[in-house]
């Protein structure tokens, strides 16, 4: 039966994204919000597979869209702007995101790693270290190679340069 309003896609693409059959997923992803272009849900999910298909720009286009579309959003729609603002380097603005994840949700983990990584990346060692520690106190069992094993990240270069912020904020490797 065909998708006549993306959903299918978007989960599709998301299989895809995990079995990292990259290409497909940005087709499936790219099907999705030109079905359904006004799609909050379309966006962000499209989004998130942009963003780890290594397109930071449109990424931050997508989710941003989302976001408009929706003013009450899932947390995980500004994880994902976050992520995608540290992995272009806007580190203020990427805290910024991460802290408003955190006001809404706060046990969420990807917030507090991109804390993390980006006063990491700012040698701000101290708030980087405590970010570490809120990860650790929410998941003792945390270490940078368990994470990075279940990021399906399309450049290892991207998932390195996130996993030494990680770790020079005092994660365990």
Not at 52 to 74: K, L, M, N
Request: charged share 20%; aromatic share 10%; hydrophobic share 45%.
């Amino acid at each position: 039966m065909e998708d006549g309003d993306g959903q299918a896609h978007m989960v599709l693409g998301h299989v895809h994204l995990m079995n990292r059959r990259f290409d497909d997923a940005l087709i499936i992803g790219r099907e999705a919000v030109a079905l359904r272009p006004n799609c909050t849900n379309a966006n962000g999910f499209f989004a998130n597979i942009l963003h780890f298909c290594g397109e930071q720009d449109d990424a931050i286009e997508h989710i941003t869209w989302s976001i408009r579309y929706s003013p009450v959003y899932p947390p995980f729609f500004a994880d994902v702007l976050a992520l995608a603002l540290l992995f272009r380097d806007h580190f203020k603005a990427a805290e910024a995101v991460a802290s408003e994840s955190l006001r809404v949700n706060p046990g969420g983990a990807t917030a507090q790693l991109v804390r993390a990584a980006s006063f990491s990346a700012r040698e701000m060692s101290g708030a980087a270290r405590e970010a570490a520690e809120r990860v650790i106190a929410s998941d003792p069992g945390f270490s940078v190679q368990r994470f990075a094993e279940q990021q399906p990240y399309r450049r290892p270069s991207d998932l390195e340069a996130f996993a030494s912020r990680l770790i020079a904020a005092g994660l365990p490797a």
